[in-house]
């Protein structure tokens, strides 16, 4: 759905006959019920086929709405509808710490998010530049902006686990990377969209401040979409003893909300892929104002089309 506006506001007075067509079908329905001698059948009446009220209703309300939808087109009504971007440079910010070899989503967080990740590759327009950042107790880019998306699938395969979790260094990283996509060679002034899309498990624990972090993302105008990966019950071994590793949502929700991003929650890979398609559809997809004058134009129409056929139904004797 998205919100009209109407290039020819003026034109929409026509609706002004819309119910006085409508009171003057139902005082004519009045009228005839009042004339009408509920006892009485006359022999023309005995010959002819009874005509069914329903039909004659939707004869005139489908041409009503036909007339309708027919004045709202002729206002050339205009709104905002989605359109793919044809570039923009989106960076995976990804968690490798230790907790992500915990269990609690098959086969383990780590690989899931990696089949996952792969798959949202497949979803972004190929115009797209896209990165790789890995973060754990450091951070890097593991491979600057590119079309190529094999090249980005096979170093997300290559991912390894790394002790310690540093989101803050993950933003900063993923902010360099966005600063090295190339210039659209048909327009190397002009600047493409960007948006870092973060997917993290746990809590930060070393290096600088998140929130700083999606501060400076938010000068830079990169919204970051976080996911908050994993389930409460998470666990890794460590020395033959069970620590927990549960998620922690609250700092990647403040991330996206400091950035002008969205905040997404996933606890199993099905949910995880659900969730990087809706972020595919968000950042691949822009909101312009165009002209929607044909859609009404083709309301109109259908409307037209079933009142023709309500009318020839009741004018017709079918065998």
Do not use: C
């Amino acid at each position: 759905m998205f919100d009209l506006e109407f290039m020819r506001p003026e034109r929409l007075w026509w609706l002004l006959l819309i119910p006085l067509l409508v009171g003057l079908y139902l005082f004519l329905l009045w009228r005839r019920a009042r004339k009408a001698r509920p006892h009485q059948i006359t022999n023309l009446q005995r010959v002819l086929p009874r005509q069914q009220a329903w039909k004659r209703h939707v004869a005139v309300g489908a041409a009503v709405l036909a007339l309708a939808a027919l004045n709202v087109a002729f206002a050339q009504p205009k709104g905002q509808v989605e359109v793919p971007r044809e570039r923009a440079t989106i960076v995976l910010a990804i968690d490798v710490s230790r907790s992500m070899i915990a269990e609690d989503v098959a086969p383990n967080r780590l690989a899931a998010a990696k089949s996952a990740a792969q798959d949202f590759l497949e979803m972004l327009p190929t115009g797209f530049n896209v990165a790789l950042v890995s973060f754990a107790g450091t951070a890097a880019v593991v491979v600057p902006p590119t079309t190529d998306r094999g090249v980005v699938s096979a170093a997300i395969e290559n991912l390894q686990v790394a002790p310690s979790t540093a989101i803050g260094e993950g933003i900063y990283s993923a902010l360099d990377a966005m600063a090295q996509a190339p210039p659209d060679p048909n327009d190397p002034d002009s600047t493409a969209p960007g948006a870092i899309v973060l997917l993290s498990d746990g809590y930060t624990n070393v290096g600088r401040p998140s929130d700083q972090a999606a501060q400076q993302s938010k000068k830079e105008g990169i919204p970051i979409y976080t996911i908050a990966y994993g389930t409460e019950n998470g666990y890794v071994e460590n020395d033959g003893r069970r620590e927990p590793v549960p998620v922690n949502p609250a700092e990647l929700r403040q991330i996206s909300q400091i950035s002008g991003g969205k905040a997404f929650a996933a606890g199993s890979e099905n949910e995880l892929k659900q969730v990087y398609s809706s972020i595919a559809r968000q950042v691949g997809y822009m909101k312009v104002d165009q002209e929607v004058t044909e859609a009404y134009a083709g309301y109109a129409l259908g409307f037209a089309i079933l009142a023709g056929i309500a009318v020839i139904s009741l004018a017709a004797r079918w065998p």
